[in-house]
């Protein structure tokens, strides 16, 4: 009961959050400068982690944020890594942001945690290939 509590206060929080906002977040003050964080741990915790939480639970409020925890559809790393590069409705693209070797990392990173067995097998490579030259990726601005 306890835990549910607080994830109902962290939802709460959450529902004032809207990509708009994301950016003014201290967290975000960087972001045309692209994140620092290189380990796939260290982008979720700057990254990822407002959103999805910290357990990679996801969250309910008035968004939904999607559980990384026995998610089969991470089972085929195109999957989150083209998320992350685009976004989709309410999660923002980050592929101005984050280069090709960071998007391999945190897609390996949340295949690999949460209770997921996938394999870490996403490369920098794939990455690569599912950019376009005249790619929207969307900004956080
Ligand atoms: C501003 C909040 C926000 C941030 C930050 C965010 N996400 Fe999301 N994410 C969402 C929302 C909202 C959805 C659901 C999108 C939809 O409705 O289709 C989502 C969906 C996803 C999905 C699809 C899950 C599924 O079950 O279909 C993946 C994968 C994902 N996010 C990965 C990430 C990763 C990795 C990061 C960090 C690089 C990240 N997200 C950062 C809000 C966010």
Redesign the pocket.
Known sequence: MKTRLLSLTAAAALSV?S?AS?ADSAVMSDVSQGFEAQTGKE??ET??I???MAEGKGAVGA????AFAN?M??MAGE??AH??LYG?????G?GNYLDDNQVAE?VNY?RTNFGNEFKADFTAEKVAGMRTPDADYGTLD
């Open positions: 959050f990509a994301f982008i979720y990254v990822c407002s959103c999805h968004g939904q944020f999607p998610n559809r991470l999957y989150p998320i992350v989709q409705k309410g999660m923002p980050f945190i949340i």
